[in-house]
């Protein structure tokens, strides 16, 4: 057998429009092939936010409750966040949320029950979904960028990321391909709300995410 691992993911590119808004990609992306992970999905879950937000998070992949909505951090992970985001002075609604990944990987619960076990995605899905939280980030162009957890770590800084050692500084992302622009833009990386839902001491990770999230207010009222 041949190996076939590039052609199960072929990446988003020939999926996301040349032109067009938020509203026509958020459109395009339901019918987006460019992985395996569009077959056991609900639906794909794209970005939501204002336009002309000055704060971009992305975090991994829908969970469970975001694959059935249709909405980006509306579960228990979302919950954690939006109350970070509210505490840091950074209202839920005028941020922009999204994920690397479009649409949720999962495996069913040992033993057959009807549980959908969330699943990392893997370095190929990861890659293949690059094209669409990129033009998102070309649409919104965001003074802050916010990677939360590993996944969006990695997506944005190469798969050597390690949030630990990265998480509450600030780090300069470089626009791929920006012509003549050639930006970059300002970027914290924090641990992902769930892990805050995991930690031995949530306490302790929720207090630590929250002034991961104080940077990034800290570094609006600077711009
Ligand atoms: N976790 C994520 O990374 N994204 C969501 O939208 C929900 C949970
Ligand atoms: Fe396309 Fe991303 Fe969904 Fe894969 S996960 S099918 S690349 S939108």
Redesign the pocket.
Known sequence: MPNTRSRAHPGAQNFVPETGGLGRMAEAVRDCRGCDLYRDSTQA?FGQGPARARVLLI?????D??DRAGR????P??AVLRRALDEAGLSADAVY?T??VKHFRWRRAEGGGKRRIHQRPDAGQVAACRPWWLAEVRLVRPEVLVA??A??GQALFGSSFRVGAARGTVLDWPVPDDGDAGGTIPTVATV???AVLRAPDRDEAYTGFAADLGKVAELLTRG
């Open positions: 879950v975090g991994e992949q829908p969970g409750q975001e980006p951090f509306i579960g992970a979302g949320l994920n690397a939360l957890g996944t969006a992902h709300p769930s």
